[in-house]
């Protein structure tokens, strides 16, 4: 199931073609009656099955508490499938979907439970004519039922006759560096690191593996890429909605663990490492880690804590029922990374999150020096900007002369939109990749056990001094819903040497709304 590499180190493509992919596969949805399997996981099987990426005569099954019959089952599980013009011709798919699709219930911490669901399994697994069979365990399921869950799927329903055993984890990986290494301790007594895929869909962004590209396949990139010429990065996450009910889930979890911890720190590792020998998984890793270690715990004084507040009509985090009514668990956070190491010292990478700002966003903004003072002075600096969505683009924001008779120097923009420059080209859903890689058995976009443990050491003192753990608890400044975050966002990355460049320029975004 390993992905073939050419001796350039490229990886072909696989489209259309089945010869890489195990056949006699099962993949077992677990929590399928979740929002997670519901939203993502089933729509993104689809994706894969309407495209032939499935492995031939693959069955699903899906699996959770709630009792529900077939047709209740595929209701939901095709709820989220997009088919706006009802073409008939996706109608058709869906059906063949639903056809390959079936359901079992049962509790995830009774043993006889699972030996229910390996009885399905099996009785599928009859009707093959190999007897080599292979099983995927997706785990669309909160963190605190993983354990009991992995336990009993190796003891009930791990095919031990010559198939391929993999489970996908979900996060969040435990809620600080300690119960990261207990989570990651109890799955490793029935899993191993080479059966465990544990996901975090940023990695699956089309943006995000773009990036590896963009740096090692160009000199002229490559040879900026460094304290050199960089003066800082930005790593934005950007939500125009609140907690909408669900405030109970994000308040014992926060903003840092939600995005900072995990998905925005897995895009710095890709922007900050040094060139992997080669496109395989373990090398990619390693220099994921090498730069991580690299990174000291993060100060509180490089931290800047927020939460929204009612305005416009919209209601303020306290105003939802399910959030407690005294919280300080803050909806917007920036924190400011340093990397010692020779390629990245005294470069500031500033990670920022937000719940109800004023527009959906997640981009890299990387933004250079200023040029020697002399013939030029107050120049806008260059910025390269990769929007990882929406719109996916990589724009190079540089100076040029303004036409006509005067010379003076105008900024503007070397544009690559994707929906622009690719317009036959469909863009993945990242969890569509991440299934993909995971039935080959790649675990280049996958993180590793070592790389949580590392991450977990950067944010752990943060999030226990946000916690109260070692004494009051620090209380977020307030932000108006709708807004670009508190006022002190300003100050706070001007400290660190950005520079805005917004007078007499604004990137096309009027060209962007019109894809």
Known sequence: MARPRSSSGTIPSMEGSHEQLKDNTIIIVLGASGDLAKKKTFPALFGLFKQNFLPRDVKIVGYARTKMDQPEFHKRATSYIKNPNDDPDITAKIDEFKALSTYVAGDYDKGEAFDELNAHLEEIESKYQSKECNRLFYLALPPSVFIPVGKNIKEHCYVSRGGINRIIVEKPFGKDLASCRELLSSLKKYWTEDETFRIDHYLGKEMVKNILVLRFANVAMNAMWDKNSISNVQITFKEPFGTEGRGGYFDEFGIIRDILQNHLLQVLSVIAMERPVSFAAEDIRDEKVKVLRCIPPIERSDTLLGQYVSANGKPGYLDDDTVPHNSVCPTFAATTLWINNP????????????????????????????????????IARNELVIRIQPSEAVYLKLNAKTPGLYTRAMPTEMDLTYKRRFTETNIPEAYEALILDALKGDHSNFVRDDELDVAWKIFTPILHWIEGKDGQRPKPVSYPYGSRGPKELEP????????????GYSWPVTNMASL
């Open 492 to 503: 706070f990355v001007t400290k660190y040497g950005f520079r805005r460049n917004n007078e």
């Open 343 to 378: 390629r990245w010292e005294g470069v500031p990478f500033i990670l920022k999150a937000g719940k109800a700002l004023n527009e959906a966003k997640v981009e890299v903004r990387i933004q250079f020096k200023d040029v020697t003072q002399g013939i030029f002075k107050d």
